[in-house]
């Protein structure tokens, strides 16, 4: 391993700041010899981000392969079966593999639904109608993880908060992570996400994404909404790298690593995607990744990228969105890219 270049990370964070890509950032770092490292731009290193749709791994998909791994749950069982409200064209033929890889070809923005109660939000989505079968294509959005988030509470009897406490933020000391930060802590320690014309006020410490937000009346949701810092989210990658272990204690079952870092995808879909997570993607992960790297991106400005061939990952919390969201996000994902690039090349 090369020795690691804060300087490098340092500019290339004042660089995103002055071409006005965000104001404030963390960067974290794990490094191949378990090592971990922290550069802040503009606030603390243990600022309260909201992840946004870092949210769907952390921790949705990886407690739906925990209770796969552990015989709990089966990755070709029928949503059907723990969703029976579901009544969708192609309703037996959706399995839990769906809602994992995002091969539902769910065709409706859940922005499109923020104005309607959290009811009619999920009678939406399960009344559904597809234009073509389940697992044919790669369609991400947040829907599957909507259902993935029922899907574990049911299977469970426990929130997500409970589940994600219980299973991943505890054991691992991730003692600033979960929903509804301002319950636990100073408005001031939460970075604030946007002017929401949409709520009419500043959104900080409540959950940015609209129709998670509506959904939440009724339960956390498994597609959005959870809050974390750099340092949190560093202990849960690095876990998920040492398939499932953390400084020597066993948190997660053995074989995480390979489902999360592995093409779930038969070759005639055309698409690449692990179980739960995204893999091998150029357009956040950089030109250094290996076939194997996975990760996660966030609206709010969020990302997780590892690589288990090198043992590494990054991970960038910052506030993209602030004061408003841009129409793309081509250059928060050219950020990305670039950061993992920087990053990579010294490991």
Known sequence: MRLFQEEAIQNLLAQGQAQGVFSKAVAGFVLPDGSRRLVALGTAEDTIFDIASLTKVCPTSTLALCAILQGKLDVDAKVADFIPELQTNYRDDIRIFHLLTHSLDYRVPMKTLRTLPPEKILEALFTYQFQIPPGKAFNYGNPPSVLLGIVLNRLTGKSLQQLGSETFFEPLGMERSGWDPLDRFPKEQIMPTEECEFRGRT??????D??????RKLFPVGSAGMFSTVPDLLR??????????YEGKRVAPAGLLDLVSHNAFAAEVGAETALGWELNAERFMGSRRSPRTFGKTGFTGASIVADPEKGAAAVLLSNFTWP???PSADRINQFRAALADVFFAQV
């Open 324 to 326: 408003h969201r841009e």
């Open 210 to 215: 609209e129709s998670a937000w509506v959904l």
């Open 203 to 208: 959104i900080q410490g409540e959950i940015h």
């Open 236 to 245: 849960f990658v690095q876990m998920v790298l040492n398939d499932g272990l």
